[in-house]
């Protein structure tokens, strides 16, 4: 070591000094050996606490990542936003109501399991429309927890009320936690303040990442249309809301046009887009019907509704068919999930866009 080296750790040292005795209130000879201890015996990386050896590290083996949505959403703090009124809060329900009742989202397999939905935004009149339009059965919603804005800011509100709900949903053990939407849950008043942004944010994360479990957090996007958009740059607010999520969803959709595309960026996700459409009738969002999803069996079984008028029963198409009811339900709930028929009264209604599909090669 050089001189001038040796006397920028003379000055490191003094001020090691001078910071123990301003924070710790130690004398000046205390504090004076304190540091000398700290400098002439310093901890060696390998006996700190978490520290790995880089060839250890490479023949380690770790388990599967933990999926909220197989192959879309990984567990852990996740961002939907999208414009107002563009159907985020529906697209969360349904979500929810897969987890809740261990099924399907977008037709992805979803971890099953407990939700706390925080509908910050929402009547308790109007969640339940939704609920009842979505098809929820009782088994289903018995493992929906609800809280609206009044109660969550009675529990919540305050200074210490991202601390007081961490704490709340430790002890509950959600799966899933949903806030619609984050930026009326806590005490944040300038969301572009990144500090302020950090300190609410990042113990969820935390606790997202130590036990595999899923927060949603819904947000809106800055004033911008169209499919020609960035789900990180759009999100309103500091960049530190993107940061500190492992999970960015965005929605897009354009005023006055059919149709929506999610896109998903992430940590532990490839980046990924879906084109979706929004069912009024189940008030569901299902994944946009391509022709060129069918297969031969499906497009027989549209003809066969096509013929018998466009709407018949399962019964009806069965014997038009000749095939193993079960099996023909089956195709028919597959036909649903891709937007090609709807169901009206136990009946199965072909929808218009799919005639042309069925004359497809």
């Known amino acids: 070591m050089g001189v001038g080296d040796n006397g920028k750790f003379e000055d490191a040292k003094t001020?090691?000094?001078?910071?123990?005795?301003?924070?710790?209130?130690?004398?000046?000879e205390q504090a004076r050996l304190e540091a000398e201890k700290a400098f002439d015996n310093p901890p060696k990386p390998a006996s700190l606490p978490g520290v790995i050896n880089g060839a250890d590290l490479l023949k380690a083996e770790f388990p599967e990542p933990v999926w909220l949505v197989e192959g879309?959403?990984?567990a852990g703090l996740t961002l939907l936003?999208?414009?107002?009124?563009?159907?985020?809060?529906?697209?969360?329900?349904?979500?929810?109501?897969?987890?809740?009742?261990?099924?399907?989202?977008?037709?992805?397999?979803?971890?099953?399991?407990?939700?706390?939905?925080c509908a910050l935004e929402d009547s308790p009149r109007r969640l339940q429309s939704r609920l009842q339009k979505q098809g929820w059965t009782p088994g289903a919603a018995q493992n929906l927890t609800v809280l609206f804005g009044a109660q969550f800011?009675?529990?919540?509100?305050?200074?210490?009320?991202?601390?007081?709900?961490?704490?709340?949903?430790?002890?509950?053990?959600?799966?899933?936690?949903?806030i619609d939407t984050v930026s009326r849950a806590f005490q944040i008043k300038d969301w572009n303040d990144s500090a302020a942004v950090t300190a609410v944010l990042s113990p969820l994360q935390e606790y997202t990442a130590d036990t595999g479990t899923s927060i949603i957090l819904i947000d809106h996007h800055r004033k911008r249309n169209g499919f020609d958009a960035n789900p990180i740059e759009d999100i309103l607010g500091s960049v530190s809301k993107s940061g500190v999520c492992d999970t960015i969803v965005g929605l897009y959709k354009e005023q006055g046009k059919p149709g929506a595309r999610v896109s998903i960026v992430g940590r532990d996700v490839e980046e990924q887009e879906l084109d979706i459409r929004f069912d009024a009738f189940t008030g569901c969002w299902v994944e946009s019907a391509k022709s060129d999803d069918l297969t031969d069996t499906q497009r027989e079984?549209?003809?066969?509704?096509?013929?018998?008028?466009?709407?018949?029963?399962?019964?009806?198409?069965?014997?038009?068919?000749?095939?193993?009811?079960?099996t023909l339900f089956r195709e028919l709930q597959k036909l649903l999930d891709k937007g090609y028929v709807i169901v009206e009264k136990r009946h199965w209604k072909i929808r218009s866009e799919a005639t042309q599909a069925t004359e497809a090669t």
């Open 301 to 326: 079984t549209l003809k066969a509704i096509e013929q018998l008028g466009g709407l018949a029963t399962l019964s009806e198409i069965t014997e038009a068919t000749g095939r193993n009811r079960g």
């Open 81 to 117: 936003a999208g414009a107002p009124k563009r159907g985020k809060s529906w697209l969360a329900l349904e979500l929810a109501q897969g987890v809740c009742s261990d099924g399907y989202f977008l037709n992805h397999r979803v971890k099953s399991g407990k939700v706390l939905y």
């Open 72 to 74: 879309l959403i990984p």
């Open 15 to 28: 001020r090691v000094i001078k910071m123990r005795m301003l924070a710790f209130g130690e004398s000046e």
């Open 153 to 178: 800011h009675a529990h919540f509100g305050g200074k210490s009320g991202s601390a007081n709900f961490l704490a709340f949903i430790k002890n509950e053990k959600f799966d899933l936690v949903i």
